[in-house]
């Protein structure tokens, strides 16, 4: 497979991954309503995918670079976090805020790779990511979402420095491991992470109603296998600032899906939007994407 080619399928993966993202919030909301915590959700979530990411990982060969399954056990540990921390904002401020600064993680990626790294910011990422976000925030404005730094809002925004470290975790640990032993590592590590902390709070993990359990079972299948797969999939062909802005994608998914299963009615501002982030995904994808060599991609 070629640079070029290996790029646009790795783009590809991460907005087929976004695009299912997008269950994610409704999943959420419905296993709430039938009686979830916010830590049950994430464990559920974890352990419901497991089984079939097992079945896809126990095929690949073990690779003989011991610190990818450190950087995938970190990247699972602060994608719990980041997951706990955007939960809990929930319950401060609307989805819409919560949903529109989660989307500041770009940012933090481009400043963090160029403060620690040293890499300076191709114009046209940093084009991408501005666009990008203004049409996240034109979705996140017609859904409700209104600026302020309120407690969820501050909650939010430090979500969002944590996605950007899972992303950036994430990366280093599929420079030498598989999509799925590299998602396969990170559900294990969140589980545990999830399960220890609600158990030490006291939540409860069981008395869910059915719809709830159903929902969960959506989430672990849809979200985190068949979306975090391919995200996980996407991660090993493009850098992590473009695989972030393509993410992007999810606001766009959720507008759809609440139209679908909802009845939630379509705006201009929503074509607007999804405009904007189409075209911060172009710009994004203009950059070079050149990875370093690996020893496993798929």
Known sequence: MTQDKSSIYGLNGILLGGLLLGFSGIFTKWAQQGGAG???????????????????????PHPRVRVSYWWAWLA???????????HLSLHYTTAANAT??????PCWIMLIEFFFK??????LAFFGILFAFMGAALLAISKGARFGLGYGEILASIASIFY???????????????ARRALFNVSISSMVVFGSIGL????????FTPHAWKSLLGLGIVVQFFGWWAISWGMGYIKPTLSSIGLLVQPIATIVIGWWLLAENLKPIHALGAFFILLGIFLGSRTDQKTDPVSTRE
């Open 38 to 60: 916010d830590l049950g959700v994430g464990f559920f979530r974890m352990l419901f995918a497991l089984p079939f990411i097992y079945l896809l990982a126990i095929k690949d």
């Open 76 to 86: 699972g540990v602060i994608f719990a976090i980041d997951l706990s921390i955007w």
């Open 100 to 105: 529109l600064l989660i989307g500041l993680a």
């Open 118 to 123: 040293g890499k300076r910011p191709h114009t």
């Open 164 to 178: 950007a470290l899972f992303m950036l975790s994430m990366n280093q640990a599929r420079k030498y491991l598989s």
């Open 200 to 207: 030490f709070l006291g939540e409860s993990f069981t008395t």
